[in-house]
């Protein structure tokens, strides 16, 4: 008698655990439910905030490596300007948040519940970017310095060193102004003292010789 009530408790026992087993896995759907749904919400919104930024993709140099434009998947998705800067949503899912990451750490550049405002300085931004790019470009290219010897040939204005300073060596070395002078100035040193040597073995040689 008593083998069987403790068959009967076992058996209870078994289904308590089945059921809280089966309650756990209930609950952690419905959790991995509302992370999808939050999660869709948000690439919802950002799909809202590409729209307005079409227009400015569209306006864009096709094969521009500098900017993304694209919403990126994960458990919270972001709309990536470049690979520093991104839009994402804040905790209340309505907030849009422009953010810059840095060396320093991450820089918020704008918020803001409207789309629209927030596609503004996105906008700014991309132009600054643009500037910043064309300005380092500029830098390098070399078309500074010859617009600026064009000017001056345009304007008949001759400088006296213009043909030092476009000296050349060997295939694009260019010697500029400050360098010709110091190569100058080493070769008159270099000059003079080779020129006292002679003047004082020539004393010497004199001076020895027999009478």
């Not at 905030?49 to 096709?62: G, I, T």
């Not at 931004?125 to 000017?151: C, H, L, M, P, S």
């Not at 006292?196 to 004393?203: E, H, N, P, Y």
Request: proline share 4%; charged share 30%; aromatic share 8%.
């Amino acid at each position: 008698m008593s083998e069987g009530k403790d068959n009967v408790a076992s058996l209870k026992g078994s289904r308590r655990l089945a059921d809280a087993v089966r309650a756990a896995k209930i609950s952690a759907a419905q959790r991995s439910d509302v992370v999808v749904d939050i999660r869709e919400a948000d690439r919802a919104r950002l799909e809202i905030f590409a729209e307005e930024m079409q227009p400015v993709v569209d306006e864009m140099p096709a094969g521009d490596d500098l900017f993304d434009f694209t919403i990126s998947g994960g458990p919270q998705p972001r709309y990536w300007v470049d690979g520093t800067a991104h839009v994402s949503m804040a905790r209340d899912r309505r907030t849009y948040r422009f953010v810059r990451e840095t060396r320093i750490g991450r820089k918020m550049l704008a918020e803001s519940t409207y789309p629209k405002e927030i596609a503004d300085r996105v906008v700014a931004y991309v132009a600054e970017r643009i500037v910043e790019r064309d300005k380092a470009f500029a830098e390098t290219d070399g078309f500074g310095r010859a617009g600026r010897e064009d000017a001056l040939a345009e304007s008949g204005a001759a400088s006296p060193f213009r043909e030092f300073d476009a000296l050349r060596l060997g295939a694009g070395v260019r010697l500029k102004l400050p360098t010709i002078f110091a190569y100058a100035i080493s070769i008159l040193v270099i000059g003079m003292f080779l020129g006292v040597s002679a003047f004082i073995g020539i004393t010497s040689i004199f001076g020895l010789a027999p009478s």
